[in-house]
């Protein structure tokens, strides 16, 4: 099986693993996470090494603080194509929801049919003073979407595309919708041929009764 390096360092998923068969994704905090915990966590220490409250006021401070950033922080996330298995795996680690239940909950997976995808389509959400996020959604055979990820991507809408194209060759659904329209135009001729020869048919039968 041919590894291939991380295609998308900074941008929507990266690439862990990539062959004909296997396809895995991976998505860490990015810079605006750990950037805001490491504000937090900073400015949280100064104050508390300057203040003349008790060691149980401080402490109290500190952890209290350290929730909040832990809350705002990203989640980890993978996404698994096996054709193999026809299986999709998808997998999340709460860091927050981990340690708020002493390691009891935070991780989730979902598993999906790989045949059952039929579209790969990219979601535009709004944030309050943040701006536009984007995610990729896979569209199933059975009507509904499922995100790819929990959370979208500020601004990277480029990111975002290329991880879109790179499902849609890996899962071949460009072929897949070819081989639909022919389907669907060969049916669409046929019929036409019927009624052709339905109309046909029918004005001989009018010339017979005429004689």
């Known amino acids: ?29 990015g810079i605006r996470s750990w950037s805001l915990f ?24 500190v952890i209290s603080c350290l929730f909040v ?8 996330e993978e996404a698994l194509f096996d054709k193999t298995k026809n299986l999709i795996e998808l997998k999340s680690f709460s860091l927050y929801a981990s340690v708020l239940t002493l390691w009891k ?6 598993m999906l049919d790989l045949t059952q995808v039929c579209d790969i389509c990219i979601q535009e959400e709004r944030f309050r003073y ?6 990729v959604m896979l569209r199933l055979a059975a009507g509904f979407s499922y995100p790819l990820t929990r959370s979208a991507t500020l601004g990277g809408r480029s990111d975002v595309k290329k991880v879109a194209a790179l499902l849609k060759r890996f899962l071949g659904l460009e072929e897949l919708k070819q081989r639909r329209q022919q389907v669907e135009e060969a049916e669409y001729g046929e019929e036409e ?16 009764d005429e004689l």
């Open 1 to 29: 099986m041919q590894r291939k390096k991380a295609e998308f360092k900074m941008g929507y998923m990266t690439v862990e693993e990539h062959s004909s068969t296997l396809l895995h994704l991976k998505r860490s905090p």
């Open 38 to 61: 490491v504000g937090i966590a900073s400015v949280v220490l100064a104050v508390v090494y300057y203040s003349s409250e008790s060691i149980f006021s401080k402490l109290f401070c």
């Open 69 to 76: 950033a832990m809350q705002n922080m990203e989640v980890w």
């Open 105 to 110: 909950k935070g991780h989730e997976k979902v």
């Open 130 to 135: 943040l701006g536009k996020g984007y995610l």
């Open 193 to 208: 041929e019927e009624e052709d020869s339905l109309g046909i048919s029918s004005d001989s039968d009018d010339e017979e």
